[in-house]
């Protein structure tokens, strides 16, 4: 007799396995996970032929903390089965408290061509796993956590750029596999206005990606708005942070087990996040130059979504002044609604803290709801964020033009 035990956490104690009739009561062939950004997981056959799926946590270095939140694999079985999937292992533990990635709006993503991806709905259940029944419209099917944004997709990306005058690619470091690290600009360089934008730090949360391609494929358009735009702010964009865990289908931390939305309140240690270490360079060298960015956002993506305001003791009253500018824009011109964090929240160590108290840029962390645009009322597609990263357009333009109004 072979018994299939569950990780610990999940909620679900111990499935007798009975393997052969557990097998015959599921349709599932196998889940593959050879394909790009594909997660780690184990899975295993209920004894009613549900099919367990285990997600591999990510570890931080020197902490309790670890994350289970992307998804991506394949599912092979016959075309008009129906394969009843759960997820397990979402009892993350972030900051040294438990906390789920996933709530009763998690729904997934499905596609038979890794390009098209329709929405699936998926029930959170009371133990902190996700229910998903999978119509096999075909005999093999992509299931992921939200429609991925791979390394490859990337490199699309810049193909397309290279073609355009006002863009250009700099490599400025390495991951810590030796994956090049790339800053994008986007405008003219002598533009009186500069905005940074870094994406990816964690490696489940594509949204970001999404965003800053619609961006930029607005922004590089040869009407006049967009040649307006390009000579009055230049955009700088760090598009994938954490590129190692991107490919490796990791959830949070990069390969040294580093967050690298942390410790931003000293310089960073080129040994375990030289992610970091190549981006802090780069910024002392545009600095230098006497280009320092006027605005830098860093963008993630969870089930709540809200603008983290940095405040640190103290707080420059200009800088508040121009987040509160900065949150009545992105609902104008977007479809934000969640509004900022409350003024007794503070975040050391993060990017937004760590780029004003260290480097005197107004920065702070935008987070998307990845589950649900209350704004639209429906789940969001990589389509709804490219339009965000366009209208974001909108708000940098309306920023820019009242700070050169307030001077």
Known sequence: MVSAVLLAGSGL?????????????????????????????????????????????DQERGSPNRAAGHWLFQVEAPQGSVVSLVLTNFDNVWNGRF??????????????????????PAEKRSNNTLRLNLKMDQDHLLVARLEPYRLSDLERFKSELRGHSSARIEVIGKTVEGRDLEIIRLGEKAAP????????????EPVGNWVVQGLARRLLQD???????????????LPMANKDSVARGRTRFNSAGMDLNRLWDKPADPQL??????????????????QKPDLALDLHNDNNGQLHISRPDPTPESYLANMRRLEALLRQHTFFTVGSTAPSTRNPGTIGEGLLERYGIDAAVLE???????????P????HWEEFGENLLHVFDDYFATATKSH
């Open 223 to 237: 009407d006049a708005w967009a040649k307006s735009c390009r000579q009055h702010f230049c955009v700088y964009v």
């Open 368 to 378: 998307f709801n990845c589950d649900w645009i209350a704004k639209l009322a429906k």
């Open 273 to 290: 996040a030289p992610e970091n270490a190549a981006l802090e360079q780069w910024l002392n060298k545009l600095i230098h130059a006497g």
């Open 380 to 383: 969001p597609t990589g389509r």
């Open 193 to 204: 206005h500069r905005v940074f934008l870094r994406a990816r730090a964690h490696a489940w």
């Open 99 to 120: 906390g789920s990635p996933i709530s009763t709006q998690s729904h997934c993503y499905v596609s038979a061509d890794s390009r098209h991806w329709n929405i699936q």
């Open 13 to 57: 104690g111990v499935w007798p396995a009975r393997a052969a009739a557990a097998t015959n009561r599921s349709p599932l062939i196998f889940i593959n996970t050879s394909m790009e950004n594909a997660s780690p997981l184990s899975w295993a056959y209920a004894e009613d032929g549900t099919v367990i799926v285990s997600l591999v946590y």
